[in-house]
């Protein structure tokens, strides 16, 4: 079993920049896919970004509607993963996940069901 608790969330005006935390217990991280979804409020969970080392060493892949300003980095050492968000936008506002998977394949690397563990999520609110 893994045990996913995120940080960081919170309050910031657009174009500002706020770096989540994603904290790992129960196994290492270093052979697992992890990623970051987000749901906003009366919508669906939505793939954020994904950094794998099922097959590679720290593969990385984005929605696009966060390519360019948001990045996604672990650290195996301290079993934690972050996502870095700069530029941020209103529509941005959503509660972000954290998730982990051990053997997902390239082509699952967005979807949700494909994640067996998952954080309690931490609000993200964007301010015009």
């Known amino acids: 079993q893994v045990q996913l608790v995120e940080f960081e969330g919170g309050l910031v005006q657009a174009g500002g920049s706020l770096t989540l935390s994603c904290a790992a217990s129960?196994?290492?991280?270093?052979?697992?896919?992890m990623a970051w979804f987000r749901q906003a409020p009366g919508k669906e969970r939505t793939f954020v970004a994904a950094?794998?080392?099922?097959?590679?060493?720290?593969?990385?892949y984005y929605a696009d509607s966060v390519k360019g300003r948001f990045t996604i980095s672990r650290d195996n050492a301290k079993n934690t993963v972050y996502l870095q968000m700069n530029s941020l936008k209103p529509e941005d506002t959503a509660v972000y996940y954290c998730a982990a998977s051990y053997g997902l394949g390239y082509a699952s690397l967005s979807r949700a069901d494909k994640y067996d563990y998952w954080g309690q999520g931490t609000q993200v609110t964007v301010s015009s």
């Open positions: 950094n794998s080392w099922s097959w590679s060493d720290g593969y990385t």
């Open positions: 129960g196994r290492t991280i270093s052979s697992s896919t």
